[in-house]
C-alpha cells in the first residue's frame, strides 16, 4: 500500500489519445469545423469566380452615387438626386416606423381580444375568437395584397370618398383624417408628459415607503394617472387652451387639410396589426390562463381585492410567461414588415431590391438588408430579455 | 357506502327553480353586469352595422355570372370573376390540357395530409405511403414517362406548387433540423457555436432575404456551367429556412427530456448515438408534434412569399390572374377566393394540432 | 480489454476500490480523500444525512460523475478517462436510481432488452427470455407489455432493478431506491433486493432504510460533508457507533 501512497494524490492517469474523450471531442471539432469552413470556402471560391466573369462590381462605394429613383413616402428628406445611401436610410426610417407604430398597435389590439376571449360575456368571447382565427389562418402576404386592393382599387375616388368616422375619409388616396394645427403649446405638453412619468418612480417608491412604515396605502395608480393627465392639461390651459383642428376637405381631385396616409402604408400597418394581434390575443390568453386557478383562489381567500389580486397575483405570474412569445411576436412583426415590397411602401427590403436592380450588387445589398434586420433582431431580444429580467425580479 | 346510504331515509329536496333556461342563460352570459350589458349592446351594433352591408355585398347584389368584366360591375361581388379564372388561380400556367395532372397531385397531397393525421397509421407504413405519394407526385408533375409529356418546373404553378413548397420544406428541413438541434445542445463549442450561429441568423432575418439570398446569390454559389432552377432555388430557400425553426422547435423537446432518462441510459452503457437516437429523440420529437404541426401551418402560409421572386403559386397565380385586362377591378373578390383556401388548410390543421395537444396533456396527466 | 485489465486494483478480489478519491463541484469540496473497498459479493449500505456526498459517490463508480482525484478501479479495470473502459465498467455495475427513470416510450419488456441487444448485442429472441426470467424474479410477469406509466411506483422500481439485471453485471448500485416510493410499495422493492443479496450479488446502496440495513448490510458507511466517518459492521454500527456525528445522526432517523 505505502508504495501506493504516492500515486495516488495524482489525478487519475491518461488513457490512449483515440480513447481519450477530451481529444476525441476536440478531433470532433476540428473535423466539424473544416467541414463548415471548407463548405463555406468552395461557396465564397465559386461566388468569386463568378463575380470576374460576369463583371460584377463590388464594394459599397455604390452608396455614394447617385440613386436616381424617386420614393413615394419619407419621413427624412430625400429627392432622386440623392446618393443611394440616403434612400437606404429613407427605407430603414420607414421600417423602423411602420414597425414600431405596428408593435404599439398590435399589442392594444391584442390584449383587448385576448382578454375579450377570456371574458365571461358569451358574445364578446365568440367575436374574439372569430377575428383569430379567421385572420392568422390566411398568409399575411395575401392580408396586405387584400388591404390594398380594397384601399386601391375598390375605395372610391376622393369625391365619393367613404366617410367612416367624422372626418376620416377613406379613399383610393389613402386615409385622410384630421390633426390639431401645430402649436408651441404642444412642446410643451409632451415634456410635461416626460416629466409627469419621471414624476411616478418617485411617487411610487414614497408610496411603498409610506405603506411600509405606516400600512396606509396610497391610491398610486388615481394619482399617477392624475399625475400624467393633469400636469399636460395645466400646461394647455396656461398657454390658453390653443386648440384648432385641421381637418380635411376635397380641394379639386384630392383632399388637402389634415394629415393622410398612403394606401400603401394604410395597408401594410392594417395588415400587420391585424395578423400580429391575433397572436399577440392568444398569447395573452394563454398567459392568463397558465396562472392556475389556485393562486386566484389563495389571494380570494387572503381577502384580496380583485383589482389587487390581478395586479398583485395573477399579472406579475402571467407577464412572465407572456414576455417571451410576445418578444418573437414583435421580432416577426418586425420582419414581416418586409412585405412591404410587395405592395410598393418603400420600407428597407423594397428600397434595397431597387438598388440591387439598378446596381445589380446583390451582394452587398442582401449583407446590408440582413445586418440591419440582425441588428433590430438582436436588439429586441436584449432589451425584452433587460425586462424580463425586471419581471422575473418583481415576481421574486 | 352504498348499502349505509340505501338504509337511511332521505329527504329529497329539489333546487329552488331558475328562471325560464334562454333567458337565464342572456342573464348569466350577456348581461351579468352593467360593463357586460355595455358590451353586449356594443358588439350587437358592430354585428348589425357590418353584417348586412357583408351579405347584400356577398350575396345579394353579387353577380354570379358575367360575360366579362365590364358587365359584373354592380356593387356587388363580382363571383363571376372566379368562375372564369378559377382553372388559373389553382393551376397556374401548366399546360390546360394536362389539367388532370396537377389535380390528381392536389388530390394526392390532400389524401398524404389526411392520412398523416390518423394516429394508428403513424410509423414505418407512413412513411413507405408518403414516399409513394411523393414519388407519384413527382412524375405526375413532372412527366417523362410514356403517356406523360414533359412538364418544365416554370410551368408549375397555382396549388399544387405551394403544397409542394410547404411539404418538401418541411421534409428536408426537419433531419437539417434535428441535427441542427442537437448541435446547439452538444457539448462541443465549436459545434455548438456553428449551430446557433445558423439558427440565429435564418431567424434574425426576415424569409424574403432568404429567399432574395437563394435566387440572386444562389446561382453565383454555384461552379460555373452549373445552373440552377427557379423553383429548386425557392425550394432551397425553404429548406433552409425551416430547418433553423423546426431546430428550435426540436430544442424545446430536447430540453424537455428529464436528466435522469439520459442517465439511465449511460448507466446501461448505451453510447451517444445510441442513447440519441434510443432514448433521447423518440420522446423529444413525440412531445413536440403539436408545435411541429403549427410550423408546418406557418410554412403553408409563407409560401406565398414566392410571388415576390416571381413563382406562380397560389397567391402568385391569383394576382396574375388579375392583371387580365377584360376583368380589371376584381382583387377583393379574388383575395376572398383564396384566402377561403389558404384558411381551409390552416383551420384544420391548426384544430388537429390542438387536438392532439390535449391529448398529450391528458396523457402527461394520467 | 486487455491494457485495462494489466492495471488490477491493489487488492485482489475487491469489486470496487476508491483510493483517496476526492471531487469538487466548483469550488465546493463534495468528495474528500474517499477510501471505500467493496469485496466480491459483499453488500455496503451507505447512509448519512442529505448532501453528505453518498450519492455522488456511487455516481463516480460508474462515471455518471467524474472524480479529480484519486483512483477508482471497478472489477478489475481502472476508471480514468478512456471510454473503453467507461463502457466497460458500465456493463458490468448496473445502477438503480430514486426516480426508476424508466424510458416512458418503451414498454417494460423493451425497457429490459434495450441494453442487452444494444450493448451486449444479444439476439432479440434471447434478450427477451432473459428479460422474461427477471421479470418473473422481481414479481410482476404479467407486465411485460404495459408502459411504465402504466405501474405503480413499486413496480417501477421492481422493473428499473430487472431492467439492471438483465445485464448481468457483477455489482448493482442503489441510489436511494426507496425514496420516492409510497410507504406501502417500500415493502415490495426491499424484498426484491434482499432476494438479489441471499443470490450472492456485490451491492452498494445508499438508503435510509436501516431495517434492511440490519438484515443484508456486511458493512455500514456512514458519510458527513464528503466524507467517510465511519465504517462497521452493522452490529457494531447500530449498537455503539464511535463517532458523534453517527449517533446524532441514528438517533434522529430511528426515533421516527
Request: glycine share 8%; with cysteine.
Amino acid at each position: 500500500m505505502a508504495s501506493d501512497e504516492a500515486a495516488l494524490t495524482l489525478a487519475p492517469a491518461r488513457p490512449a489519445p483515440w480513447r481519450d474523450p477530451k481529444l476525441r471531442a476536440i478531433a470532433y471539432q476540428i473535423v466539424f469545423v473544416a467541414a463548415v469552413v471548407g463548405a463555406v470556402g468552395f461557396l465564397v471560391h465559386n461566388m468569386l469566380g463568378n463575380i470576374s466573369r460576369q463583371n460584377i462590381a463590388t464594394g459599397f462605394g455604390f452608396l455614394r452615387k447617385e440613386a436616381a429613383f424617386g420614393i413615394g413616402e419619407s419621413l427624412i428628406p430625400y429627392s432622386p438626386a440623392d446618393t443611394y445611401g440616403r434612400a437606404f436610410l429613407v427605407g430603414l426610417s420607414n421600417t423602423l416606423y411602420v414597425a414600431a407604430l405596428g408593435i404599439v398597435l398590435a399589442t392594444i389590439l391584442g390584449t383587448v381580444m385576448g382578454l375579450a376571449r377570456l371574458s365571461g360575456n358569451w358574445l364578446v368571447a365568440k367575436l374574439a375568437q372569430i377575428y383569430v382565427e379567421t385572420f392568422r389562418n390566411i398568409p399575411l402576404l395575401l392580408q396586405l395584397f387584400f388591404w390594398w386592393g380594397l384601399l386601391n382599387t375598390a375605395a372610391p375616388a376622393p369625391r365619393q370618398a367613404w366617410q367612416v368616422l367624422p372626418d376620416v375619409f377613406v379613399s383610393n388616396r389613402g386615409i385622410a383624417y384630421p390633426v390639431p394645427v401645430a402649436s408651441p403649446a404642444y412642446k410643451w405638453m409632451a415634456l410635461a408628459v416626460v416629466v409627469a412619468l419621471a414624476l411616478l418612480v418617485p411617487l411610487r417608491r414614497w408610496a411603498a415607503a409610506r405603506q411600509a412604515a405606516t400600512g396606509r396605502q396610497f391610491p398610486r395608480g388615481w394619482a399617477g394617472l392624475g399625475i400624467v393627465l393633469g400636469l399636460p392639461l395645466i400646461v394647455f390651459v396656461a398657454f390658453g387652451a390653443p386648440f384648432a383642428l385641421s381637418v380635411p376637405s376635397l380641394h379639386g381631385f384630392n383632399f388637402s387639410g389634415g394629415s393622410a396616409v398612403s394606401p400603401e402604408f394604410a395597408a401594410l400597418l392594417l395588415g400587420l396589426v391585424i395578423y400580429s394581434g391575433t397572436f399577440i390575443a392568444e398569447i395573452v390568453r394563454a398567459g392568463i390562463l397558465a396562472v392556475s386557478w389556485g393562486q386566484s383562489e389563495a389571494a380570494m381567500a387572503l381577502g384580496l381585492k380583485s383589482g389587487q389580486r390581478m395586479r398583485l397575483v395573477v399579472l406579475p405570474q402571467a407577464l412572465r410567461v407572456i414576455v417571451p412569445p410576445l418578444t418573437s411576436q414583435y421580432l416577426s412583426l418586425t420582419k414581416n414588415s418586409s412585405l412591404a415590397v410587395a405592395i410598393g411602401f418603400p420600407d428597407l427590403v423594397s428600397i434595397a431590391n431597387t438598388t440591387m436592380n439598378q446596381t445589380g450588387q446583390a451582394i452587398e445589398g442582401i449583407a446590408m438588408i440582413m445586418a440591419v434586420y440582425l441588428f433590430i433582431s438582436l436588439s429586441i431580444s436584449l432589451a425584452m430579455n433587460l425586462y424580463n429580467r425586471a419581471v422575473a425580479l418583481v415576481e421574486r | 357506502m352504498a348499502d349505509i346510504a340505501q338504509d337511511i331515509p332521505v329527504v329529497r329536496q329539489a333546487p329552488p327553480p331558475r328562471s325560464t333556461r334562454a333567458l337565464g342563460w342572456l342573464r348569466v352570459h350577456l348581461f351579468s353586469s352593467v360593463f357586460n350589458s355595455i358590451l353586449t349592446l356594443l358588439a350587437v351594433g358592430l354585428l348589425a352595422a357590418a353584417v348586412p352591408p357583408l351579405v347584400r355585398w356577398a350575396l345579394i347584389d353579387a353577380i354570379w355570372s358575367a360575360p366579362n368584366g365590364q358587365a359584373c360591375h354592380a356593387g356587388g361581388a363580382c363571383w363571376a370573376f372566379i368562375g372564369e379564372k378559377m382553372r388559373f388561380i389553382l393551376f397556374g400556367r401548366y399546360p390546360a390540357d394536362q389539367e388532370w395532372r396537377p389535380i390528381a397531385v392536389v388530390a394526392i397531397f390532400i389524401a398524404m395530409i389526411a392520412a398523416a393525421c390518423v394516429r394508428p397509421l403513424w410509423g414505418r407504413r407512413l412513411a413507405v405511403v408518403w414516399f409513394a405519394g411523393l414519388s407519384a407526385a413527382f412524375l405526375l408533375m413532372a412527366g417523362g414517362l410514356p403517356g406523360l409529356r414533359p412538364v418544365e418546373t416554370g410551368l408549375w404553378s397555382g396549388l399544387p406548387l405551394t403544397l409542394i413548397l410547404a411539404v418538401i420544406a418541411m421534409l428536408f428541413g426537419f433531419p437539417l433540423g434535428v441535427l441542427l438541434a442537437l448541435g446547439r445542445r452538444s457539448r462541443l463549442p465549436a459545434v455548438r457555436g456553428i449551430c446557433v450561429g445558423y439558427i440565429e441568423l435564418v431567424r434574425g432575418v426576415p424569409l424574403i432575404t432568404v429567399l432574395f439570398m437563394a435566387s440572386l446569390m444562389l446561382p453565383l454559389f454555384l461552379p460555373a456551367g452549373v445552373t440552377i432552377d427557379k423553383v429548386l432555388r425557392a425550394q432551397v430557400a425553404f429548406i433552409l429556412f425551416a430547418a433553423a425553426y423546426l431546430a428550435e422547435v426540436v430544442r424545446g423537446g430536447l430540453q424537455a427530456i428529464p436528466k435522469g432518462q439520459i442517465e439511465a441510459a449511460d448507466a446501461l452503457g448505451l453510447s451517444y448515438l445510441q442513447r440519441t437516437r434510443l432514448i433521447v429523440l423518440p420522446q423529444a420529437l413525440a412531445m413536440v408534434i403539436p408545435p411541429l404541426v403549427n410550423t408546418f401551418i406557418g410554412m403553408f402560409k409563407d409560401t406565398s412569399l414566392v410571388l415576390i421572386v416571381s413563382l406562380f403559386d397560389l397567391l402568385g397565380a391569383t394576382e396574375f390572374a388579375l392583371t387580365d385586362s377584360n376583368w380589371q377591378g376584381f382583387a377583393v373578390e379574388a383575395d376572398v377566393f383564396i384566402a377561403a383556401i389558404y384558411w381551409s388548410f390552416c383551420f384544420f390543421m391548426s384544430r388537429y394540432s390542438q387536438l392532439l395537444e390535449r391529448e398529450f396533456n391528458r396523457g402527461k396527466q394520467r | 480489454m486487455s491494457d485495462a485489465k494489466a492495471t488490477p486494483g491493489p487488492t485482489q478480489g475487491a469489486m470496487i476500490e476508491l483510493q483517496a478519491v476526492h471531487k469538487w463541484y466548483g469550488d465546493f469540496h463534495v468528495l474528500r480523500d474517499i477510501n471505500l473497498q467493496v469485496q466480491k459479493g459483499e453488500k455496503v449500505v451507505v447512509c448519512g444525512p442529505s448532501g453528505s456526498g453518498k450519492s455522488t459517490m456511487i455516481r463516480c463508480v460508474n462515471r455518471l460523475e467524474e472524480h479529480q482525484q484519486g483512483r477508482i478501479v471497478v472489477a478489475g479495470i481502472e476508471l480514468n478517462a478512456d471510454m473503453k473502459n467507461i463502457e466497460a465498467i458500465r456493463r458490468e455495475v448496473g445502477m438503480v436510481f430514486q426516480q426508476f427513470n424508466l424510458f416512458p416510450h418503451l414498454t417494460v419488456l423493451q425497457n429490459l432488452t434495450l441494453a442487452p441487444i444494444w450493448v451486449r448485442k444479444l439476439p432479440k429472441k434471447e434478450a427477451e427470455e432473459t428479460a422474461r426470467y427477471y421479470l418473473e424474479r422481481v414479481r410482476i410477469p404479467d407486465q411485460a407489455d404495459k408502459y411504465p406509466g402504466q405501474l405503480s411506483g413499486g413496480q417501477q422500481q421492481r422493473v428499473a432493478i430487472a431492467r439492471s439485471l438483465c445485464m448481468k453485471p457483477e455489482i448493482m448500485l442503489f441510489d436511494e431506491p426507496t425514496s420516492a416510493l409510497a410507504p406501502e410499495m417500500i415493502k415490495e422493492v426491499l424484498d426484491v433486493m434482499i432476494g438479489l443479496a441471499e443470490d450472492g450479488m456485490t451491492m452498494v446502496c445508499v438508503t435510509h432504510e436501516m431495517g434492511f440495513a440490519r438484515t443484508v448490510a456486511d458493512m455500514m458507511v456512514f458519510m458527513d460533508r464528503g466524507e467517510v466517518i465511519e465504517r462497521a459492521p452493522p452490529k457494531d454500527f447500530f449498537a455503539n457507533p464511535k463517532n458523534e456525528r453517527t449517533r446524532t445522526f441514528l438517533s434522529q432517523i430511528l426515533t421516527h
